[in-house]
């Protein structure tokens, strides 16, 4: 490779992105489609030593189309790739939740909250919340943590520890 192509490529290396669009413009007579810098400048490069060195020979084209007529190229995918995924499996309950039959208590403006806990929900005033946080919402009239609110947050922390 002569000395120009050498520090032509090195000089790929140090562009930004939107030079190397640029430089891909002069070199390819249209614009990429790419930003990708690594996909650019090694495109850039291979170019510039094609103009410099000339393509690849008409023996070596017909021999990559040979070995590519040779190919057994798959037009379907195998059908073990056609089995559909198993459906993920919902995610186990909480550990910083309270075991279900457990009883919260919060006192808050003056009032005691009683809520009572389930597996799958909560229970508070006769209803059913999918989570601490929508009661604490329900009690207060703003968004709460619901482990916050309740004061089960540290305890699950220290439970862990």
């Given at each position: 490779m002569a000395e120009s192509i050498v520090a032509q490529v090195t000089l790929l290396r140090c562009m930004t992105v939107g030079e190397l669009r640029t430089r891909y413009a002069e070199v390819f007579g249209e614009e990429p489609r790419s930003r990708n810098k690594d996909y650019l400048w090694k495109r850039i490069a291979y170019r510039i030593q094609e103009l410099a060195e000339g393509s690849l020979s008409e023996r070596a084209k017909g021999?990559?189309?040979?070995?590519?007529?040779?190919?057994?190229?798959?037009?379907?995918?195998?059908?073990?790739?056609?089995?559909a995924p198993e459906p993920e499996k919902a995610p186990k309950r909480d550990p910083r939740l309270p075991a279900a039959g457990a009883t919260l208590k919060r006192v808050f403006n003056g009032k005691e909250h009683v809520v009572q806990v389930f597996e799958d929900a909560f229970e508070y005033n006769g209803s059913r919340f999918p989570s601490l946080s929508a009661i604490a919402r329900e009690i207060t009239g703003t968004r709460w943590n619901g482990f916050l609110f309740f004061g089960i947050a540290g305890a699950a922390k220290d439970a862990r520890r």
């Open positions: 021999r990559a189309r040979e070995l590519a007529r040779d190919t057994d190229l798959r037009v379907k995918p195998p059908k073990d790739m056609l089995v």
